[in-house]
Nanobody, 121 residues
Framework: QVQLVESGGGLVQPGGSLRLSCGASGSFFSIADMGWYRQPPGKQRELVAAITSGGTTNYADSVKGRFTISRDNAKNTVYLQMNSLKPEDTAVYYC???????????????WGQGTQVTVSS
């Protein structure tokens, strides 16, 4: 069974930094796109950043220049480095990945359990 396990959330002051990690475990053939979404309190889930297997990245306008997504394909892990954090970055952050469990099957979307990031003084 494929699982995505996140870590690295927590409480940080405005202007601070956090690094989120998300590793895929279980039996699978390949991982295509990986990404991070977030859901602020009382709001809908939104895309934060995404990265293809080849390393092409995409960011929400609200985090450009502050957040950096990266991945280590050998470790099946995606990272989100968050700098210059603002109170409006407070949310539950979810990682997602398109994973093929077999080379004969199209990839499915998998989600992590979410990790809380709180930016407050």
């Amino acid at each position: 069974q494929v699982q995505l396990v996140e870590s690295g959330g927590g409480l940080v002051q405005p202007g601070g930094s956090l690094r989120l990690s998300c590793g895929a475990s279980g039996s699978f053939f390949s991982i295509a796109d990986m990404g991070w979404y977030r859901q602020p309190p009382g709001k809908q889930r939104e895309l934060v950043a995404a990265i293809t297997s080849g390393g092409t990245t995409n960011y929400a306008d609200s985090v450009k220049g502050r957040f950096t997504i990266s991945r280590d394909n050998a470790k099946n892990t995606v990272y989100l480095q968050m700098n210059s954090l603002k109170p409006e970055d407070t949310a539950v952050y979810y990682c997602t990945a398109k994973i093929s469990v077999s080379k004969l099957l199209i990839p499915n979307n998998y989600w992590g359990q979410g990790t809380q990031v709180t930016v407050s003084s």
